[in-house]
């Protein structure tokens, strides 16, 4: 046993971003684990989305033909457990979401595996799979350890920064599989209402206000300067829970993952492990806070012990 699989999640003929979000996240595990990495991709005529899997870190593209197009919890539960049967990968990760909900759980119990849901932390220790996930609720961070044995994991979009694409692609091999007749049939899709505001998992550049910034009328102010510097502007969940932003635009494990965020600018936030995990991983952040014990320090690249609104003065001057 060893290796890792990864489930390719595509819909309406268009491979989903996640999917290199997946591989991206199964790299730092890859020499722990040993074997390969494969990139398992499930559907009728699902070789067509070839172009779009040369993707960094995959040594090795696995389709798996079936009758149905679009995803069916069944077929796919069954396809990817035949996989499993026969590369006994130690490690499966699948985008968390409204596929993966039908089923990964089955697929878990069909093939005896370890199990953990909306994952946003991945790591491997003394030989043991860590999945980090929210526990009671949202109340504490959980690190499960998976000592033995295979490992089922449903990944949380928008932890990783999606792997780059690949200068050529994988070796590719088909894989037969005798689909069940489905139970189910694909009536439509319809796509959710846009929100009309900013995606926030997209943004290069974050500055987010937290309760520091005190009052509602001050928010404009901060607007009027992510604007001008190009940065958008997020907040912590006291800002978002007051309605002073949307929550569209609060960041956290509640809210969104600042994913692509290169530069991030927290002000007027403690850095509770719930607002970390939405953007602790960025390279580049800079904290400024009046206490200097405040946690977000722990996390910084650069920190300011100082008045944001003071910080602010100072931005709005050099950017006039
Ligand atoms: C299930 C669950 C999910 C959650 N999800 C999220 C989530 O997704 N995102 C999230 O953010 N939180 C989330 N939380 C809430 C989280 O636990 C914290 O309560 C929250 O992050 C605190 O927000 P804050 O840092 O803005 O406020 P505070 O913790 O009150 O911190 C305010 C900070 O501002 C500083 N400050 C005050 N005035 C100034 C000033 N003038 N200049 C500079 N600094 C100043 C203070 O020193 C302080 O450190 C969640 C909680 C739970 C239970």
């Known amino acids: 046993m060893a290796g890792i699989l990864i489930i390719a999640e595509h819909r ?6 996640v999917t290199a979000e997946l591989v991206a996240g199964a790299q730092p595990l890859r020499a722990a684990l040993g074997g390969r990495v494969q990139l398992v991709v499930v559907g009728k ?3 067509a989305l070839e172009p779009g899997l040369a993707i960094e870190g995959v040594d090795e593209i696995v389709f798996i033909e079936t009758p149905e197009a679009e995803f069916d919890a069944e077929t796919w539960e069954r396809a990817v457990a035949a996989a499993c049967t ?14 993966s909900m039908g ?10 595996y370890g199990f953990a849901t909306d994952v946003f932390g991945l790591a491997v220790a003394d030989g043991a799979v860590v999945a980090t996930r929210a526990g009671y609720g949202g109340k504490v961070v959980v690190e499960l350890g998976f000592r033995q044995g295979a490992v089922l994991l449903t990944l949380r979009p928008g ?18 599989f005798a689909a069940p007749a489905s139970r189910t049939r694909n009536l439509r ?17 974050i500055l987010s206000v937290g309760r520091g910034v005190g009052e509602q009328d001050h928010i404009e102010r901060f607007r009027a300067l992510t604007d001008r510097i190009g940065f958008a502007l997020g907040c912590s969940r ?22 692509q965020c290169k530069l991030y600018i927290a002000m007027g936030i403690s850095g509770a492990i ?26 910084a690249r650069y920190g300011v012990v100082g008045d944001m609104f003071e910080i602010a003065d100072e931005l709005e001057k050099q950017f006039e």
């Open 238 to 259: 006291p800002v978002a829970d007051s309605g002073w932003l949307p929550k569209s635009r609060q960041i956290g494990q509640s809210g969104r993952t600042a994913s």
């Open 189 to 205: 899709f319809i796509e959710p209402p846009a929100s009309g505001d900013i995606d926030m998992t997209a943004a290069d550049f």
């Open 274 to 299: 719930q607002h970390l995990a939405g953007m602790k991983h960025v390279d580049t952040i800079i904290a400024v806070n009046t206490d200097p014990n405040a946690s977000i320090f722990s996390v």
């Open 103 to 112: 089923f990964a759980p089955a697929l878990a119990l069909r093939c005896g």
């Open 86 to 99: 026969q590369f006994e990968p130690r490690l499966v990760l699948v985008s968390h979401g409204i596929d």
């Open 12 to 17: 309406q003929g268009a491979l989903r971003p």
């Open 159 to 176: 932890t990783y920064k999606p792997a780059s694409a690949a200068a050529a692609a994988p070796a590719a091999r088909e894989f037969v």
């Open 45 to 47: 005529g699902c070789r």
